[in-house]
């Protein structure tokens, strides 16, 4: 509080999505539902990937890793939003904001490098298949997710770097519904080029880099494919065709927004939902759901729950009669 009060600015205004309150009242029930899917969705993969012995091998591992950053990365601000949908006076504290800037690139720069990891853990098991688990070994599994979470801690600590010392003297309305790092840089009482500038480097080239790597081993992948069988060709591309949908998704509104900072639109805070909110309950979808063994032993998982919850319930004399 001590930079706020410094800064001579305690608090910022979010406009949030809307200012119609019968569409704030859709959008709180529609929010609230994808909300609630989204956490009991991820954790249910993460559940089943750890309790399934037939799971334990590094594509789950790291699809497990995935569902637990989807939900820390629709919780940083999704509550929040929801909450905000039912008052009149949106407003977050300096603090707060610092800390949504902070969460938010440090689950998006980890993403997207284990979407990296995932895609080469896939360019291995096709193109690679005989040395996959000399290659993808435990230890390579654990270094991978490890510099996934370093890079997302290095990228939003330079970002905190140069945001949490910014004058703010005056102008707190954030035309968002969470303090995205471009607007709130514009608040600034200082000319804020040369921010802009670092954005550009730091979240920008990011994006780019990992978003280039990921389809180009995407490409690698259905090339390799391409010269052993059109059946495999056309499964492999209609894996990786899910795979590719979501990374657009994911990276599009991310490399819209941070690599040309400079001028931001309306629609930024439409795109900035695609990848804090939709990205997090497709990759369920796109990563399960066309997975029989995933989905087989997700039934097994639930079916498992409700029976024991069943038993539970019987009262103890009753159960110890059947026993």
Known sequence: MDKANSSGVSEFVLLGLSSSQELQLFFFAFFSVLYVVIVLGNLLIIITVTSDISLHSPMYFLLGNLSFVDICQASFATPKMIADFLSEHKTISFNGCIAQIFFIHLFTGGEMVLL???????????????????????????????????????????QLSFTVNLPFCGPNVVDSFFCDLPRVTKLACLDSYIIEILIVVNSGILS????????????????????????????????????????ILFFGPCIFIYVWPFTTYPVDKVLAIFYTIFTPILNPIIYTLRNRDMKSAMRKTVAHYLRSKKVSEIPLVVRNSLY
């Open 116 to 158: 990296v990891s995932m895609a080469y853990d896939r360019y291995v098991a096709i193109c690679k298949p005989l040395h996959y688990l000399v290659i993808m070994s435990w230890r390579t599994c654990m270094v991978l997710v490890v510099i996934s979470w370093t890079v997302g801690l290095v990228h939003t600590l330079s």
């Open 208 to 247: 780019l880099s990992t978003f280039s790597v990921l389809v180009s081993s995407y490409v690698i992948i259905l090339v390799t494919v391409w010269f052993k069988s059109s059946a495999a060709m056309a499964k492999a591309f209609s894996t990786l065709a899910a795979h590719i949908t979501v990374v």
